[in-house]
C-alpha cells in the first residue's frame, strides 16, 4: 500500500512496485551452504545456494511456524533446512522432509522465486501476483570473455527513491550538464521501446586533458531491474546498471564494470578502469540528493529539446500490475534528506555552467 502524509495525500510516487527480473546479489557473494537475507519487493525473502551450485530465491518464513530460514538454517544437497524443527524444502519450495514424522506436509509449501543466474549475477522475477517471468536476462559477452576484458569492479547503493526516477535519469540528457557538469551533453541518435525492451543510442563528446574525444553511449533495458551500458571512446568500457526495489520508494542498486584490456599491463588496466568507475560514482553521488529530495509529477513542464520523457513513461507504465495512483499531479516525499555536497574531478576537466 502506498505511504500517505497526514493530510491523506500520497507520497513520493503513485507507482507500486514493478514486476522483472531484479539482482538479489552478485555469484561471487554466494558459496554454496550459504543462505542470505534479503528485503526486496517490500517482503523478507531468502536468497541460498544448493551443494549442487544451484542458486534459489523463496520467502523467509517456514510454514511450519515461521522461523526466518537466515538466521541458523543450513543447507543439505539440494534442499534448505528450517532452523526451528529441521523441515527441509527443495528449490521450489516443496516440503521434502520432517525429521521427525514419515511423512511430509504438501501444503507447507514456500512460495520460490524464479531465479536466472548469469554474467556473474544472480537475478530473481518478481510479480506481485505470482506471474510466470515474460522475458528473459540475456548472456552479455564482455562480462563472459576474462581473456579480453578485466575482472568487474563493482559499487552499490541504497537510494530513497522510486525505482522509475532513477531510471528516468537515463533519459534526461540535459541534467548531465547541471548536475554532473560535463562540458558535452550526449547527443541522442534514436530511443526505441520493443515490449520490456528499451534502446538508446547517442554520441558523447569526452573532455580530456589532451582534447576532445568523440565517443558513444549505447544503453540497453531488459525490463525494469536490469540494463547494460556501453561507453566507447576513451576506452571501453560496460557496465551492468541493477535496480531493484526495497520498497516502491526506496531502491538497491548495483553496478558491475569490466573494461576491455588494453595490454597485458594489468596496472594500465585498473587505473583507466578505476577512473571510469570513479566518475560514474561520482555521477551517482550528484543525482543522490535530487533523486531523494524531488516531487514526482505526473504531468512535468518539459522544453522541447529534453530527452525522450514520454516514451520512457509509456514503457515503464507496462510493469506496473498493480493500481498506479491517479488521484495527484505532484506526490511530494514525507521528509527533506541532508547531503553532503563532493568536489568532482570531471569539473576540473569540464565547465561549470554556473559559472559568470
Ligand atoms: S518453523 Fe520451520 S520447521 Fe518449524
Ligand atoms: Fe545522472
Redesign the pocket.
Known amino acids: 500500500m502506498p505511504t500517505t502524509d497526514d493530510a491523506g495525500r500520497i507520497v513520493r510516487s503513485p507507482f507500486p512496485i514493478p514486476f522483472g527480473w531484479f539482482q538479489v546479489c552478485w555469484s561471487a557473494d554466494l558459496k554454496p551452504g550459504d543462505i542470505t537475507p534479503l528485503d526486496y519487493f517490500d517482503r523478507k525473502l531468502v536468497v541460498w545456494r544448493d551443494e549442487e551450485g544451484g542458486a534459489h530465491v523463496n520467502d523467509a518464513f517456514c510454514p511450519h511456524l515461521g522461523a526466518h530460514f537466515a538466521y541458523g538454517g543450513s543447507v543439505h544437497g539440494t534442499d534448505i533446512a528450517c532452523p526451528f524443527h529441521g523441515w527441509r524444502f527443495d528449490g521450489d519450495g516443496r516440503n521434502t522432509l520432517i525429521p521427525y514424522s514419515e511423512r511430509t506436509n504438501k501444503k507447507a509449501c514456500v512460495t520460490s522465486y524464479p531465479v536466472t543466474e548469469r554474467n556473474g549475477i544472480i537475478l530473481a522475477w518478481y510479480h506481485p501476483h505470482g506471474d510466470a517471468p515474460a522475458w528473459e536476462i540475456p548472456d552479455v559477452p564482455e562480462f563472459n570473455d576474462p581473456e579480453h576484458y578485466t575482472p568487474v569492479e563493482t559499487r552499490e547503493y541504497v537510494i530513497d527513491a522510486p525505482w522509475q526516477d532513477l531510471a528516468e535519469?537515463g533519459v534526461?540528457s540535459a541534467?548531465?550538464r547541471y548536475?554532473?557538469h560535463t562540458e558535452m551533453v550526449p547527443e541522442l541518435e534514436s530511443y526505441e521501446t520493443d515490449g520490456p525492451r528499451t534502446k538508446m543510442r547517442s554520441i558523447q563528446k569526452f573532455p580530456t586533458p589532451r582534447g576532445i574525444v568523440d565517443g558513444r553511449i549505447d544503453a540497453d533495458s531488459f525490463g525494469p531491474g536490469f540494463s547494460v551500458i556501453r561507453f566507447s571512446g576513451i576506452v571501453d568500457t560496460v557496465l551492468m546498471g541493477c535496480n531493484t526495489p526495497l520498497t516502491r520508494n526506496r531502491c538497491h542498486m548495483r553496478f558491475t564494470f569490466t573494461v576491455k584490456k588494453l595490454g597485458d599491463d594489468a596496472a594500465v588496466n585498473s587505473t583507466v578502469g578505476q577512473a571510469f568507475v570513479d566518475e560514474i560514482d561520482k555521477?551517482?553521488q550528484?543525482?543522490t540528493p535530487i533523486w531523494q529530495n524531488k516531487a514526482f509529477l505526473a504531468r512535468p513542464a518539459l522544453a522541447d529539446t529534453d530527452g525522450p520523457f514520454t516514451p520512457f513513461r509509456r514503457w515503464a507504465a507496462q510493469f506496473y500490475a498493480e493500481p498506479v495512483d491517479d488521484s495527484q499531479l505532484v506526490y511530494v516525499p514525507a521528509e527533506t534528506r541532508e547531503f553532503e555536497a563532493i568536489e568532482t574531478a570531471s569539473r576540473r576537466f569540464g565547465t561549470d555552467p554556473f559559472a559568470d
Open positions: 535519469n534526461d541534467h548531465f548536475v554532473h555521477q551517482v550528484e543525482d
